[in-house]
């Protein structure tokens, strides 16, 4: 497929990481999903065969289509096995130190002309390729949730990222089916930089007994016409990671209306960080 990158490897297999392996690989691409924690790529994988399970029940693909997306998997546990990739796509921990640890090490394996991209909500690029020798060949490709589904890619692009970088990798998510836009580096970028405060006002309503979370989620859907509620989407997205991308446009926009909101910290605190573990402003089955 033109413009498609054919060896591809994704660090980190959780929601976002093997949600890009399978998009990937739908597309013909050969991918090595990558995760140091034996369970989570384990999970990972079984992620993966579901929802292709899930795509030929509803004859969106076939079966063979779905056997062959899965046969061009195939599970890492050490980020070695990223070496002979001509695009990386880091899909880790929302971390700063941890993504820089990730990509120094990337940088030291990965051959010269490899693309190492992040799946950042929120972290600036430019501090990510820092910890590189290739600033040019580092760049943001921040997919949706969930990421076979989602038609959004955007693609940020640091101060240092080159035109040919930026160029291959929105050729890539074009090839993927997805619609790239592309953002200037600047904390949350577009997607969360609009949809993070709004997210944290919904906490704030909630908190303030404004409304039920049900109240809170109905006006936005009935009213503003969203498919989906404010807090209802913070729980897909994850608590954790909400308050972990409001403390980046905190800190980085030193603006006042991004602090996170109390509410949202005691429930991360209270280990209440949604879908993921049934349990956020509501509770799932």
Known sequence: MAGLIDKVAVIGAGTMGNGI?????SCGAQVTLIDID????EKGMATIQGSL???????????AEADAALARIRAGGQLSEAKGAGLVVEAVVERADVKAKVFSELDRICPPGTILSTNTSSISITSIAASTSRPAQVIGMHFMNPVPLMQLVEVIRGQETSAET?????????ALGKLPV???DYPGFVSNRVLMPMIN???YCLMEGVATREGIDTVMKLGMNHPMGPLALADLIGLDVCLDILEVLH?????PKYRPCPLLRRMVAAGRLGRKVKRGFYEYE
């Open 251 to 255: 800190k980085g926009l030193g603006d």
């Open 21 to 25: 392996a399978q998009t990937f690989a």
């Open 53 to 63: 399970s899930r795509f030929v029940k509803k004859e969106k693909i076939s079966q």
């Open 38 to 41: 034996a369970k989570a790529l």
């Open 201 to 203: 006002e919904a906490v």
């Open 166 to 174: 930026t160029a291959r990798v929105v050729a890539c998510a074009q």
């Open 182 to 184: 592309e953002a200037s």
